[in-house]
């Protein structure tokens, strides 16, 4: 039998861990950190307990809250717990995945997550086209106006022409002069 590895997360440092780690006593060890799960900072404790557990240990939350920011993030966290034959144990919501049934539950909450991961993309996607069919153009804007890059292909193809020069000279990587001069030589400039 594995180990039981307890993680505890408060999310502002005015808040006491205190009542998660009672709650989390019985574990054989024990990670804790003061880190919103909303803030693009990584929680680097999490990520620690994740590399740490393996087969057949039990990973325990007191809240799923206290471990995932979404349940996008939370299908993340369990697919990595899945690939390293971990089962998952929540104490206040009482998922529990060493049993048939604590598996079922959050099975049922995973197919959740990945249903709302489906309709993220697919709305990303729609937006997309909708905005490319208005003639919203995506990337970044040319640093040349198209006199500019007419006027850079013909030095381009100038003899005894720098490639460098001509970078320099319009503020350009020579990777840049030299994609510039592929997609457009053929235009009538």
């Known amino acids: ?15 006491k861990l205190d ?7 019985d574990c054989d060890r024990i990670y804790h950190e003061k880190a919103s ?4 900072k990584i929680r680097m404790e999490l990520q620690k307990v994740l590399d740490f557990v393996r087969e ?3 990973f325990v939350v007191t809240k799923l809250d206290r471990l ?25 919501q009482g998922i529990d995945t060493t049993t048939i049934y604590g598996r079922l539950q959050f099975n049922i909450l995973a197919s959740i997550g ?19 069919s208005r003639g919203v153009q995506f990337g970044a804007k040319s640093k040349l106006k198209k006199e ?6 013909r ?27 592929k997609e457009h030589c053929n235009d009538l400039c």
């Open 114 to 132: 990945e249903f709302e991961r489906g309709l993220i993309r697919e709305r990303s996607r729609e937006g997309r086209e909708k905005a490319i």
């Open 1 to 15: 039998m594995g180990m039981r590895v307890g993680y505890a997360r408060v999310s502002s440092l005015g808040q």
């Open 56 to 58: 057949e240990d039990v």
């Open 155 to 181: 030095d381009f193809e100038a003899p005894g022409c720098s490639k460098v020069e001509i970078a320099e000279h319009y503020g350009l990587s020579r990777s840049s002069v030299y994609r510039f001069h």
């Open 148 to 153: 500019e890059v007419c006027q850079l292909v």
């Open 19 to 25: 009542v998660q780690l009672d709650k989390l006593s």
């Open 68 to 92: 995932a920011r979404s349940m996008v993030d939370l299908s993340i966290i369990v697919q990595r717990l899945e690939e390293k034959n971990v089962d998952l144990v929540v104490l206040d």
């Open 37 to 40: 799960a909303g803030s693009k």
